[in-house]
């Protein structure tokens, strides 16, 4: 919960940032009614913070343009969570992001008390997050242009080497970014193909921001679509298993790229494609549940050689 002196500065912060919002507006990011909202304004004008309020119904707050506030302030616990924030960054995969994170958070140690500036760096230097980092990052300014035209919904032009080496040029919709085992995606809708695809951000060489504008559907989910479709990629041997389970517990223990998971009433069906059935074999035989092959049938026999290869590690 928020203490009230930490709602009081949110009002300070929330107004510097937008300019000015509503009583309405501003009662529903804290989480209080009007009367407490009025209060914390009242207690920011008696502290000389010329907040400027216009009566009505629909009234709304603003600071007088011509105030200038004091240094950022943040409490314990966002500069805590600013800090896991930079620690995070640091292995997102994106060029230049460790030494702009590293830059970022010596700045904000200046501005901290010593208390709070050893608790950051003994968070910094004794957490590790295993975001396993690959060698190939897409540049800054190349996930920057495309996640300003998704916001703005303005279509791109941008030329992009597939992972066979061609080369193309496409205008492309940018409905969404996502970031999936270790490697950034734009996904839209492409004009060349004409229909919704996935982009490597890595692998986009230019990008230009065009005049055309364009609708993003209200409910598309940019992960979603990233791992339904790596999960269906075409591949030597597609499989279906069914799993004797319930969807949920299906969910928590099935990877995301290892198929589709279609709930039934007597389980759940799960759907995907592989090249190396061997492989699968060792996947699916440490599910914590009973399941049965439905397809292929090579893969009874990759089980069957998983098993073999198991019962030999038992000593008679």
Known sequence: MYHPTTRVLAVLELLQAQGTLTGAELAERLEVNIRTLRRYITILQDLGIPIIAERGRHGAYSIDPGFKLPPMMFTNDEALALTLGLLAAKSLNLAESAQAAESARAKLERVMPVELKAQVRALAETITLDLNAVSISPASAIILSMSNAAQRRYRVHMHYRSEEDTATERDFDPYGLAYYQDKWYAVGYCHLRRDLRSFRLDRIEQVALSDARFERPETFDALAYVVQALATVPRRFSFQLWLQVDLLTAQSIVPNDLGIL???????????????????????????????????????????????????????
């Not at 439905?294 to 019962?311: G, I, S, V, W």
């Open 262 to 316: 279609e709930p039934r009433d007597d389980g759940v069906l799960l759907n995907g494609r592989t090249d190396d059935l061997d492989w699968l074999a060792r996947q699916i035989a440490g599910f914590p549940f009973a399941f049965v092959v439905k397809k292929p049938k090579q893969l009874r026999a990759a089980l069957r050689r998983r098993a073999e290869e198991l019962m030999s590690c038992v000593p008679n």
